[in-house]
T-cell receptor
Framework: AQSVTQPDIHITVSEGASLELRCNYS??????LFWYVQSPGQGLQLLLK??????LVQGIKGFEAEFKRSQSSFNLRKPSVHWSDAAEYFC??????????????FGDGTTLTVKP | ETGVTQSPTHLIKTRGQQVTLRCSSQ?????VSWYQQALGQGPQFIFQ???????GRGNFPPRFSGLQFPNYSSELNVNALELDDSALYLC??????????FGEGSRLTVL
């Protein structure tokens, strides 16, 4: 069965500091990996995705993530955090094949607080 | 390109009642899935519809059911509501590439 673990429930960083959010997954095949962001009271927005190829992927809002198969990890990073990045971040794993497109397994999220 | 829209945004029901939540998919997306997000947790997969057929289901009882219509809009129905059904219900549409496009959700409170 597929699963996602986000070890950090809550992270606080100062504005302008770097950020790394951890994600570990368990999946029986080559995974499709995603990071989503959720602002309070809103739905989730896709930040970036990894399907294959270059293991360092770039996303929106200056985020990037690195896929490490040997560590079953897909950590999210940003070099310099802005106050508007404060939100909840979810890592997800799936293997969309034809009609299986919508099925993803999510971690429980990491809440990011940004200090001025 | 229109986004995913859900209605209603908030609703309150009592235990034992039934509820219908609606979702209009993003243009060009043929797959819709529903997720339940309890407070402090990540979204949990309920089920998915492709070409009006349910083609995947998570660990949810049969009182959770759905429909997808020819225009790819969708409904989630929950019968015999329980207190633990209180959650944010998220609809997401997708193409075969798998990234999900979420609506802003319907917040259900069961009293």
């Amino acid at each position: 069965a597929q699963s996602v673990t986000q070890p950090d429930i809550h992270i606080t960083v100062s504005e302008g500091a770097s950020l790394e959010l951890r994600c570990n997954y368990s999946y029986g095949a080559t995974p499709y990996l995603f990071w989503y962001v959720q602002s309070p009271g809103q739905g989730l927005q896709l930040l970036l995705k990894y399907f294959s190829g270059d293991t360092l992927v770039q996303g929106i809002k200056g985020f990037e993530a690195e896929f490490k198969r040997s560590q079953s990890s897909f950590n999210l990073r940003k070099p310099s955090v802005h106050w508007s990045d404060a939100a909840e971040y979810f890592c997800a794993v799936g293997r969309p094949i034809n009609t299986n497109a919508g099925k993803s397994t999510f971690g429980d999220g990491t809440t990011l607080t940004v200090k001025p | 390109e229109t986004g995913v829209t859900q209605s209603p945004t908030h609703l309150i029901k009592t235990r034992g009642q039934q509820v219908t939540l609606r979702c209009s998919s993003q243009s060009g997306h043929n797959t819709v899935s529903w997720y339940q997000q309890a407070l402090g947790q990540g979204p949990q997969f309920i089920f998915q519809y492709y070409r009006e057929e349910e083609n995947g289901r998570g660990n949810f009882p049969p009182r959770f059911s759905g429909l997808q219509f020819p225009n790819y809009s969708s409904e989630l129905n929950v019968n015999a509501l329980e207190l633990d059904d209180s959650a944010l219900y998220l609809c997401a549409s997708s193409r075969s590439t798998g990234e999900l496009f979420f609506g802003e959700g319907s917040r259900l409170t069961v009293l």
